[in-house]
């Protein structure tokens, strides 16, 4: 069974206070990771795909890299707006084509 | 370029009821995938079509069905409605389908059933 976990549940963080949320994951044959910013009674917003380890992808404030084992969101220098649940979610290369999503990060940036 | 539309955006059912709801992908994405989103369960898969064929289907049981039209739009139906259905139904869009595309999301149907 594919698993994905984040952490931390809740963040909140300072404007300009940097820091990363993890997501681990288990899944048989990765064929990609995803990343989605989800803000209260909305639908998800694409991100990122992360595809081999090693790989790195960046969007204003926002890193994303990726290991066998896990990825980190990074942000730099956050700010209020960055506030929103951050979704890790993977898919793999073979068997149900489906994104098998974590339970979320949500994060809060104060002025 | 317009995004992925759900319609309607609110419902509320009384149990027992059915309910009908609408997803327009991306104009030229094949792959409409359906999933329900609860503060318990997080985000759960319930059906994949793709050029209005059935390709993926998640642990939901029977009363949870979909199809999709010759113009890639999708229906999702929830027949017996149970208070536990109450959810945000989120509709994703994209070309060919995991797993070598992504997935964009609508804004989801919040539905809630009394």
């Known amino acids: 069974e594919d698993q994905v976990t984040q952490s931390p549940e809740a963040l909140r963080l300072q404007e300009g206070e940097s820091s990363s949320l993890n997501c681990s994951y288990t899944v048989s044959g990765l064929r990609g990771l995803f990343w989605y910013r989800q803000d209260p009674g909305k639908g998800p917003e694409f991100l990122f795909t992360l595809y081999s380890a090693g790989e790195e992808k960046e969007k204003e404030r926002l890193k994303a890299t990726l290991t066998k084992k896990e990825s980190f969101l990074h942000i730099t220098a956050p700010k209020p707006e960055d506030s929103a649940t951050y979704l890790c979610?993977?898919?793999?290369?073979?068997?149900?084509?489906?994104?098998?999503f974590g339970q979320g990060t949500r994060l809060t940036i104060n002025p | 370029k317009a995004g992925v539309t759900q319609t309607p955006r609110y419902l509320i059912k009384t149990r027992g009821q059915q309910v009908t709801l609408s997803c327009s992908p991306i104009?030229?994405?094949?792959?409409v995938s359906w999933y329900q989103q609860t503060p318990g369960q997080g985000l759960q898969f319930l059906f994949e079509y793709f050029s209005e064929t059935q390709r993926n289907k998640g642990n939901f049981p029977g009363r949870f069905s979909g199809r999709q039209f010759s113009n890639s739009r999708s229906e999702m139906n929830v027949s017996t409605l149970e208070l536990g259905d109450s959810a945000l139904y989120l509709c994703a869009s994209s070309p060919q389908g995991l797993p070598n595309t992504e997935a964009f999301f609508g804004q989801g149907t919040r539905l809630t059933v009394v």
């Open positions: 979610a993977v898919s793999r290369v073979q068997g149900a084509q489906k994104l098998v």
């Open positions: 104009s030229g994405h094949r792959s």
